[in-house]
């Protein structure tokens, strides 16, 4: 019994006395990791510092080159500002870098130091040979610090690829020294706790491995991957128990719907991961306009919503609003370039406006959509919205078959050389002759047609009607150049230029007696797609137009790179230029910028005889208004025609001037 005893107690206290040596091992072991690993991270940070630097010196001259570059290009005084600030920008680096980087530091800062101190020299030699209207100088000297930027570049890349080589050899033995100990601590660790403690350890890892995945697949299941916001399903969840307490409570509750303006053709044209930053940065700032009891959801695309339990009055719904427009309305940065998106907010209250959070949800929809279409800002909903949806529905099914039973009609305003007054072309414009409304304007099934898709189809039977009309005026003996509105899906269809050379085609008309006009707007929101379009019709021979330039974007850039051949002045500047100095003004400049640019200028919204006076002595090409003739239906204009040939004028289709 005793010697049992004596041997039990052996082995617990040999038992005992093992594991505490394995565990002062193991604690030792982790000791010196942890100072490893400190050590490894305080070289580093020296290494990412000194990197820093070097990267700030490379971007320094970089901006120096992009600024020197842009003087070169303009020549202009007010792109020397740049120039000069940018000569010496990057000498505190350097200084930085002789005074605490390591011998091959100071050494590789002190030669770029010498080749960038020549370069600024250069640089702000060529600004005072600029300042002094020395212009050769100036560039002499800018071709001598592009010159001096070769070889500054290329010490630099060298310097740089030399950094990266260091923190990659020691970031690699660093981990091979990490991973010695990581191994050794783990054999300890096996010996201290045996295979029963290795069992349990494996045991509470599965354990909280499975915990923790059954929390992330409730938050994604209940959130938005991409923002972290609530997603519609938890919206839901939360309107319906905001419902409950009210039911309650007696409170109001409010949601609002909110879709961000202009973020289509910024994703379009920025790429969709800056738009996904965009979106990041938009959800925090709507997060910090709220309280922390209000639920901020992202329902997809752009689109957001925000639920404001116990709002108590739509008066206070409206402030939370104005909160919202004001976080949004300030330009966001990303990625070191600001864009303003703004917002269209749709407000609905419970139990003022719904029954339940399904219909709370749809009202708030409607709501911001009348926001949206009115640019209004915010708008709260009222049941004639309900009307207004049913009305739009309305109008969508009759399109359909308006086009299947070609209830569309085409008017025709002519258009006349200022030079001598002959009628050079007529704009299309498309009328409905609806059965029980009458003769609609395109205001009222346009915009309906461009949120359906209908405007692909429409715009085929504007096309095919009207070359099949200036088909049988070439068979009456007029010439008549006809121009046809296209729209930004057209711009983006690459089919689009084969459907149009089919068309002309089919009616045997020539390419140049057909003008398509574009707006700014469609050509931004995918400018490559559209350019690639636009260059295929203008190789097809057909004419392109800016239409209504000046009210949209008014991107120069554009206008310079698009292949068009004209441009259409807005009727909002020509009918006022003699009465309001801006519009004059404006007019004025956008004649020359044309002009310069070796497109002609069409004029809407002539008027009278005295704007038609004052544009023939700018300088204009073209002009259309009601001083010709209101738009007329086909056989009206072939009248029209006649009678101005019978009054006077001989050469072609022409109309005498004013």
Same mark, same amino acid.
């Given at each position: ?12 206290? &040999? ?26 991270? &305080? ?123 260091? &923190? ?11 991973? $010695? ?61 905001? #419902? ?16 961000? $303006? ?17 979106? +990041? ?32 009055? %739509?008066? $206070?719904?409206? #402030? ?73 529905? &309305?109008?969508? /099914? ?14 025709? +305003? ?40 209908? #405007? ?88 392109? %137009? ?7 974007? /008014? ?20 009918? $006022? ?18 002009? =310069? ?15 038609? /006076? ?36 001989? =050469? ?7």
């Amino acid at each position: 019994m005793l010697s049992n005893w004596v041997e039990a107690r052996t082995t617990v206290q &040999t038992t005992v006395v093992s594991l505490t040596v394995g565990l002062a091992a193991l604690a030792g072991l982790a000791l010196w990791t942890s100072l490893s690993m400190q050590q490894a991270a &305080t070289h580093v940070h020296e290494l990412n510092e000194m990197s820093d630097h070097w990267g700030l010196v490379v971007q320094n001259v970089d901006v120096a080159d992009h600024a020197l570059t842009d003087y070169v290009r303009s020549g202009t005084k007010v792109m020397r500002e740049p120039v000069a600030n940018a000569a010496g920008a990057a000498d505190e680096s350097l200084r930085w870098l002789r005074d605490n980087g390591g011998p091959a530091d100071v050494r590789a800062a002190t030669i770029v130091g010498d080749l960038y101190r020549d370069y600024s020299g250069l640089l702000r030699e060529t600004v005072a040979a600029g300042d002094r209207d020395d212009p050769t100088t100036s560039l002499q000297k800018a071709y001598q610090a592009e010159l001096t930027l070769v070889s500054l570049r290329k010490q630099l890349s060298t310097v740089v690829q030399l950094k990266r080589l260091e &923190t990659t050899e020691y970031l690699r033995a660093a981990e091979v020294r990490n991973g $010695n100990l990581r191994l050794a601590a783990l054999i300890a660790f096996a010996v201290d706790l045996g295979l029963v403690a290795l069992c349990g350890v494996v045991l509470l890892g599965h354990r909280r491995q499975i915990l923790r995945q059954a929390a992330r697949s409730e938050h994604e299941a209940l959130h938005d991957a991409l923002t972290g916001l609530a997603n519609r399903t938890l919206l839901t969840q939360h309107t319906e128990q905001a #419902i409950r307490r009210s039911n309650q409570t007696g409170d109001p509750l409010g949601l609002f719907l909110i879709d961000l $303006n202009r973020f289509k053709p910024i994703n379009d044209t920025l790429g969709h991961a800056f738009g996904d930053k965009l979106l +990041q940065l938009v959800a925090n700032r709507l997060t910090g306009a709220v309280r922390e009891i209000d639920t901020v959801a992202r329902l997809g695309g752009d689109e957001f919503a925000v639920l404001l339990p116990s709002v108590s009055t %739509s008066a $206070n719904a409206l #402030i939370v609003a104005e909160r919202v427009h004001r976080a949004l309305a300030e330009a966001a940065t990303v990625d070191g370039l600001a864009v303003d998106v703004g917002c269209s907010i749709g407000v609905a209250l419970y139990p003022t406006d719904s029954a339940d959070a399904h219909e709370l949800l749809k009202h708030a929809d409607l709501a911001m959509y009348a926001a949206k279409r009115a640019r209004l800002g915010t708008s709260v909903y009222e049941a004639v919205l309900d009307q207004h949806s049913a009305a739009q529905l &309305t109008v969508i /099914s009759d399109l359909r078959r308006a086009l299947d039973q070609s209830e569309l009609v085409l008017h025709y +305003q002519p258009k006349a050389d200022l030079r001598t007054g002959e009628v050079c072309g007529a704009e299309v414009l498309c009328r409905w002759q609806h059965p029980r409304h009458g003769l609609l304007g395109p205001d009222r099934f346009i915009p309906a047609a461009e949120e359906t898709g209908l #405007i692909e189809p429409l715009t085929q039977y504007v096309l095919d009607h009207a070359l099949a009309q200036c088909r049988t005026w070439h068979l009456t003996g007029w010439d008549v150049p006809v121009s046809v509105n296209v729209g930004a899906q057209c711009l983006h269809d690459r089919t689009f230029p084969d459907q149009v050379a089919a068309l002309l085609e089919h009616h045997g008309r020539p390419a140049d007696v057909l003008t398509l006009e574009i707006t700014e707007s469609a050509i931004i929101a995918d400018p490559h797609r559209a350019c690639d379009v636009l260059t295929r019709l203008r190789e097809l021979g057909v004419r392109l %137009s800016i239409d209504d330039f000046g009210t949209g974007y /008014s991107s120069i850039a554009y206008l310079r790179t698009m292949p068009v051949h004209e441009m259409k002045i807005d009727r909002s500047f020509t009918t $006022n230029m003699r009465t309001d100095a801006s519009s004059g003004a404006i007019t004025r400049s956008l004649l020359g910028l044309a002009h =310069n640019l070796e497109l002609e200028v069409v004029a809407e919204g002539v008027e009278d005889e005295e704007t038609w /006076s004052v544009l023939a002595a700018l300088g204009c090409d073209i002009v259309q208004g009601y001083c010709l003739s209101k738009p007329l239906p086909a056989d009206e204009f072939g009248t029209w025609l006649r009678d101005r040939v019978s009054n006077g004028v001989s =050469n072609g289709v022409g109309a005498p001037a004013p």
